[in-house]
């Protein structure tokens, strides 16, 4: 009997990612010095970290091709979020991409990343940011809940725009949160792997902020958490507040553009 052909290979598995240790300690840094490129391991203690970020450059073979394809194949939606006591329109496109449907490349990347991590990736959120305009402010996905012990992948086509990783310290401090000094900026684009692991999503924020650039970047995510430690349950602003004057209700929602 002739053996059924073996599927064409799209991805890239045979690279390593490379560890990029993030800053726990406060290194004593200069203004000169902020938003520290990922090399300068002055001040990393990657023995001690919980939070750790794996990153595989040029992991697509193809990487205009699958971003071409996911821009005119992929079901784009607007949605919006829910600030305090509004929704606001999220300044980029998503879609729910389900694992049955993803096409060969992503659930190649999807399999790879179950393998190489040893749990399951399925289904994989998609983001469309059409150009510098579209952005993702400063977040952790604290939806994941157990925030202990988690990963989010991200595989990133398009423009290779900065992302922000920065300590979470205390978020209701104003002057801390726009403490830009322990920043790690990466620059994941045309085919990129990015893995955020341990406790980056309790520990870290990240995002994707706005650029003049008027180029189109895709990133699909996939994430897991291990449930284990104690659940966050602090609220969220997405959660919203009711003011019993008002008719607007907290709640997601989406429409296709
Ligand atoms: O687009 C990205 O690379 C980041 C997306 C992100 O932060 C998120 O969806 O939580």
Redesign the pocket.
């Known amino acids: 009997m002739a053996e059924a052909p073996l599927p064409e290979l799209l991805i890239r598995r045979d690279l390593e990612p490379t560890r990029i240790p993030l800053r726990i300690e406060a290194p004593d840094v200069d203004a000169g010095e902020q938003a520290g490129a990922a090399s300068d391991s002055h001040g990393v203690s990657e023995l001690d970290a919980s939070s750790w970020c794996d990153y595989t450059t040029g992991f697509i073979r193809d990487p205009e091709g699958l971003l071409e394809e996911l821009i005119t194949e992929v079901k784009w939606e607007q949605s919006e979020i829910w600030r305090y006591d509004h929704a606001v329109p999220e300044r980029?496109l998503?879609a729910h991409l389900r694992f049955s449907d993803l096409n060969p490349a992503l659930r190649q990347t999807a399999l790879h990343l179950s393998a190489h991590y040893r749990v399951r990736f399925t289904d994989a959120?998609a983001?469309y940011?059409r150009n510098g305009n579209d952005f993702?402010g400063r977040?952790?996905?604290r939806s994941l809940k157990w925030l202990d012990n988690t990963l989010?992948a991200?595989l990133?086509l398009g423009d290779s725009?900065p992302?922000q990783l920065r300590p979470r310290r205390d978020w209701r401090d104003p002057v801390a949160r726009a403490d830009a000094r322990h920043d790690v900026v990466l620059f994941?684009g045309k085919g990129d792997l990015?893995v955020m692991g341990g406790a980056c999503q309790r520990e870290w924020v990240?995002?994707?902020p706005e650029t003049t650039s008027h180029e189109p970047?895709?990133?699909v995510?996939w994430?897991w958490t291990s449930r284990n430690g104690r659940p966050d349950t602090a609220p969220s602003y997405r959660e919203g507040r009711h003011y019993s004057d008002s008719t607007n209700r907290p709640g997601p929602r989406s429409r296709r553009v």
């Open positions: 980029r998503g959120t983001l940011y993702q977040h952790s996905d989010v991200g990133v725009r992302f994941p990015l990240h995002g994707v970047r895709i990133s995510i994430r």
